[in-house]
């Protein structure tokens, strides 16, 4: 069914639309934007902000919006008989190509909404897989995305193939339009097992590229449209594409960072977050989150001119947990303070995180506390240890020298002993390989617990090893490494 589009200013000639052709972009079409709120469901002051972002930056012009306040949604359409009319109502009047809803729709709820409404409806996940095909720009990425839309697009095949209708032709016998779903959907299961394939192949290669670093990293995370990438440019001269949109980074970047009274570490700008993101979109994203699983340290970065600022924090620690990356060591840090409003909801968050760092990318206030902030938290998962060597081990000397501190370095006849401040996960890696160590401060990670290094049971007294003052007691259940 072919239908005509309002013709925008400066055009002189009708564009036609397919209205339920779901393999077109969302760009440059008209729509009208609903959403469902239930008693349990947050109060802003506009529900409709957030989706009407979404839409500007999948390039759809947004005409209206409808909102209906019910304690459970329909089961047929979602909404009720009354809303459905209204939204009926702006689609003739304006001659709309679609509805989005900021709610997930059901395969049966989006088939009964565009028989009702006679237009290509999409719900939140659709719209933002749109979005992420639109900017994947990276042959990882590219997998990724593909993978997440072919995995929400399998249980709706029947729907979106409506031209293969099933046709009975007898008693026992299937129709061609039943095989030719059958043929689709096997297609694309293939298809996303190739894919799952490839993108576990990418996540091996990415753990072993950032194992092998010897670099502390530090990886920012944080809502989308939060001012990451603008912060990276600020502290590292990256350059990396820093505009107001969402999702306009999906591909993670690494570059060097000065760190004042530091030295050189690695810090990382990944893909923002946003509420009720699609779980497999961050499955499939989980070899470009690679960088903030391995990191030592995160910054969370969080946009405190938003007035829905602790809902977007409450957010991304729910995608860090679904991740299983919570537990690490977390900063939380509060950008564009320099914005309207941006005070007031400071003193908010920071009563609920005292700990929280306000500053501003653009202009660069409050770097000095948030530099200091990310020093001790580094040298705060530090180990000081002592490692004997035979003379000849060069190479592990060089090493300890280019990832620790060297305090000092002790020769006899058949040993050189190295006293050094060490990252605790470098620490794990040496006592993990069978170095002789002698830990004098600090704790080392629980995986070197977990592989095959010795408990205390079967260590060497290491006074006896070395000649000195006993090690400091290690428990039972830390007794070896990572």
């Known amino acids: 069914m072919q239908v005509t589009r309002r013709i925008p200013p400066g055009k002189e000639t ?22 469902m709120l239930s008693s349990r469901d ?13 839409a500007e930056t999948a390039g759809a012009v947004v005409v209206g919006t409808v909102v209906q306040r019910r304690e459970h949604p329909d089961q047929t359409t979602y909404l009720g008989k009354g809303k459905i009319a209204e939204l009926k109502g702006l689609v003739d009047l304006h001659d709309l190509d679609m ?8 395969p049966a709820q989006t088939r009964n909404l565009e028989q009702a409404l006679n237009v290509k409806v999409l719900d939140r996940s659709e719209l933002i897989l749109d979005i992420f095909a639109n900017n994947a720009r990276t042959y990882e990425s590219r997998l990724a995305v593909e993978l997440a839309q072919l995995e929400y697009s399998l249980p709706r095949l029947k729907r979106m193939w409506t031209h293969l209708s099933r046709q009975t032709m007898g008693v026992g016998m299937r129709g061609p339009g039943e095989k030719q779903l059958e043929v689709d959907r096997r297609l694309a299961e293939k298809r996303i097992h190739e894919l799952k394939a490839d993108l576990a192949k990418i996540v091996k290669r990415k753990e072993r590229e950032v194992a092998q670093r010897e670099s502390m990293s530090v990886s920012l995370v944080g809502y989308t449209n939060s001012g990451k990438s603008t912060l990276m440019n600020a502290l590292t001269n990256a350059d990396v594409e820093a505009v107001d949109k969402l999702f306009a980074t999906l591909d993670t970047r690494t570059r060097r960072w000065m760190l004042p ?5 690695l810090l990382s700008d990944t893909v923002g977050f946003i509420r009720d993101l699609p779980h497999r979109l961050i499955a499939s994203f989980r070899a470009t989150l690679e960088e903030a699983r391995q990191a030592d340290l995160l910054m969370h970065v969080a946009d405190a001119s938003n007035e829905a600022v602790l809902d977007q924090i409450s957010s991304v620690y729910k995608v860090l947990r ?10 939380l840090i509060l950008n564009k303070i320099d914005r309207p409003g941006a005070a007031e909801r400071v003193k ?3 009563s609920r995180y005292p700990n929280a760092i306000p ?18 938290a580094l040298t705060h998962d530090f180990v000081e240890l002592e490692v004997r060597l035979p003379p000849s081990d060069g190479k592990t000397v060089a090493w300890l020298s280019s990832v620790s501190e060297v305090l ?18 470098h620490a794990g890696r040496l006592v993990s390989m069978g170095y002789d160590v002698r830990i004098i401060s600090g704790k080392l990670p629980q995986r070197a617990i977990e592989l095959n290094t010795p408990t205390i049971a079967t260590f060497k007294p290491v006074a006896s090893i070395f000649n000195e003052e006993p090690a400091i007691e290690i428990p039972q259940n830390k007794a070896a490494g990572f």
């Open 322 to 331: 679904d991740l299983d990356i919570d537990e690490k060591d977390t900063l």
């Open 408 to 425: 000092s370095k002790q020769y006899d006849d058949d040993h050189v002993f190295v006293r050094s401040r060490i990252p605790s996960s």
């Open 42 to 54: 947050a109060s802003p002051e506009n529900p409709l902000e957030e989706l009407s972002g979404l």
């Open 14 to 35: 009708p564009i036609p639309v397919q209205t339920h052709d779901r393999a077109q972009s969302a760009a440059g079409e008209l729509c009208v934007l609903a959403r």
């Open 99 to 106: 509805v989005v809803f900021d709610n997930d729709l059901s």
């Open 359 to 376: 500053i501003s990318a653009f202009t660069r206030e409050g770097f000095s506390m948030m530099s200091l902030a990310v020093s001790s």
């Open 348 to 350: 908010v968050v920071q």
């Open 261 to 265: 009274g530091w030295g050189p570490i």
